[in-house]
């Protein structure tokens, strides 16, 4: 049987591990075209990153809700750019804490570590985590949350602190532009013309920074003429927020090798 992707030309927004879902994409068949829009990089500022650290370090949070893999990975980079000192006493601290993570990426992250997620979300998204958390007595308890990029995630904090809990957030990283506004202009061209058979986001980030690019009728125009590729949740939300149909999503792994069998299924159906 032909592969589903043999020659299916996809676009992919990636940009941290752009290579490996591309030769996912490749190893089927499909014409790749890389357009990395987003890049994440380290908070400009690590004083506020290490004073939080430091605050966990030392007992300072009875709970830790990880948003994001790349959240603590930046934390113990930053740890040791700047302060080797307190990677012991803050991965002890992790340990005694009540970890409470969205999503697989940041139990993933917390097992490089030896660790494991104590309540993890049944769907990864802020609903998901509130949802987790909302039968748990947080009156009086101290939480460390980290972000997202540098969103404030109110919904979430704003919950949390209607809960009564002493809630302190730490941004160990942003999101950055990796392409020119001509380049995503490029992209989206490409896809009005109909040379461009998907395009596969693999963070909100992405979606937002393809808004940026164009007015939105432009955009939308665009990714109305392609099949659209979310890689869970949370980008689907983003792109349904802006209008827009997705087509392939996986239903419960959200990884790379799922979002490529995923848009095989799209084009096999």
């Known amino acids: 049987m032909t592969e589903p992707l043999a020659n299916r030309v996809i676009a992919i927004a990636e940009a941290r591990e752009l290579d490996v879902l591309a030769s996912l994409l ?150 950055a532009d990796a392409a020119s506004d001509a380049a995503a202009q490029e992209l989206l061209e490409r896809m009005r013309a109909g040379e461009v058979d998907a395009i596969a986001f693999t963070s909100k980030a992405q979606v937002e920074r393809l808004f940026r690019a164009a007015p939105a009728e432009v955009v939308l125009a665009a990714l109305a003429a392609t099949s659209v590729a979310a890689v869970g949740p949370v980008v689907g939300e983003t792109l349904a927020a802006y209008g827009v149909a997705v087509g392939a999503m996986p239903e419960s792994a959200w990884f790379m090798k799922p979002l490529t069998a995923a848009l095989a299924d799209l084009f096999a159906n």
Not at 126 to 148: K, M, N, P, S, W
């Open 26 to 175: 490749e190893r089927r068949g499909a014409r790749v075209l890389r357009y990395p829009l987003v890049k994440i990089i380290d908070a400009p500022d690590p004083a506020p990153v290490l004073a939080w650290i430091r605050t966990a370090a030392e007992g300072g949070y009875q709970d830790l809700i990880l948003l994001t893999g790349e959240g603590l990975r930046r934390m113990l980079s930053c740890i040791e750019r700047h302060q080797p000192a307190l990677r012991p006493p803050f991965l002890a601290a992790l340990q005694q804490m009540r970890k409470i993570t969205r999503g697989p990426k940041p139990a993933r992250a917390l097992r490089e570590l030896g660790l494991s997620s104590d309540l993890p979300a049944a769907v990864p998204t802020t609903a998901g985590v509130i949802e987790a958390v909302r039968a748990l007595d947080l009156h009086g308890r101290r939480v460390g949350v980290q972000l997202y990029g540098d969103e404030p995630n109110r919904p979430l904090i704003e919950f949390l602190g209607s809960a009564g809990a002493q809630v302190s957030t730490v941004a160990p990283y942003r999101y």
